[in-house]
């Protein structure tokens, strides 16, 4: 199974052009360790052929030309691209299926709360409907989903229950709320040629018992680095709200994930959905020099590896 990091960065943007945090002011400024990242998605396949997205964000289209394997063709709306497989509704991980409506038929996975949520407060479905087709298949914690057009390839995805969250745009939404909701999920992509299978959680409200199983037993970790401590944004001026109170769970501290995960026995553990206040962004940093001490990666967009 060949994976591809197509964008590496959290839903606020890498750089933001009206952003004053030093990590945006150094992009701005030419600041040579500092490169403007895509927002985060990644592509997956298990025959070089036919290729996934997981998340689709507002980068889609410059991460479909970023990568070779991607690019349309040969017949007149013919693509590689056989499908979306949807973490969650955010912004940062949706806006993209509506660029992709010149697609021939894409098949999207999703929770069926994300699924709602694309036919309500952000009505993706209602608005393609007259442009492309689709065919929608739930992801589901109770049962494992083949890739695949017919059910036929050699990856599965496993769903694990992150959080309840729903976006900021649909939070005023009253109907059909329900405790089942499913807001926010982590996949685990298995290959069963080579038996070993990647754990990628671009969101982390907090590590429950089943997110704490997957990621001990997954030989590959992706997981959300979106802020380095609680109160980054807060501390630079930015907003008010936490990185608990936005859904993400900090890299530092007691109950961070650079504590939790160090002693994980993943042959890789790489952070991804990284926001562009991370200190861990700057080559040099010390904060990127302890995680890296740690054993973890930054990701970076183009990345690719085989699991
Ligand atoms: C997040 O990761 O907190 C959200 O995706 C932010 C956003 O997209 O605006
Ligand atoms: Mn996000
Ligand atoms: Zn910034």
Known sequence: MRIRVLGTAAGGGFPQWNCACS???????????????????????????DWYLINAGPDVHRQIESFAKLHPGPGIRETPLAGVILTDAELDHTIGLLSLREGSCLTIYGTDTVRRCLQSAFPVFQM???????EWQSLHPDFEQKLGPLGDGTITVQTIPVSKKPPLYAQSDKEGKSPEDLWEVGLVLHNERSGKCLAYFPTLLRITPAI???????????????????DELVKIGATERDAGSMGHLPISGPAGIAEKLASYPAER??????????????????ERYKLEQLGFEIACDGMEMEV
């Open 269 to 286: 553990k790489i952070l991804i959905h990284i926001n562009n206040s991370n200190p861990i962004l700057r080559q040099g940093s010390s």
């Open 23 to 49: 990590n945006c002011r150094g992009v701005r400024e030419g600041n040579d360790a500092l490169k403007p990242l895509l927002q985060s998605s990644l592509a997956v396949s298990d025959n070089e052929t």
């Open 128 to 134: 393609l409907k007259n442009y492309c087709s689709w």
């Open 212 to 230: 704490e199983a997957c990621l001990r037993k997954a030989d590959i970790l992706m997981v959300e680095g979106t802020f380095w401590s609680e």
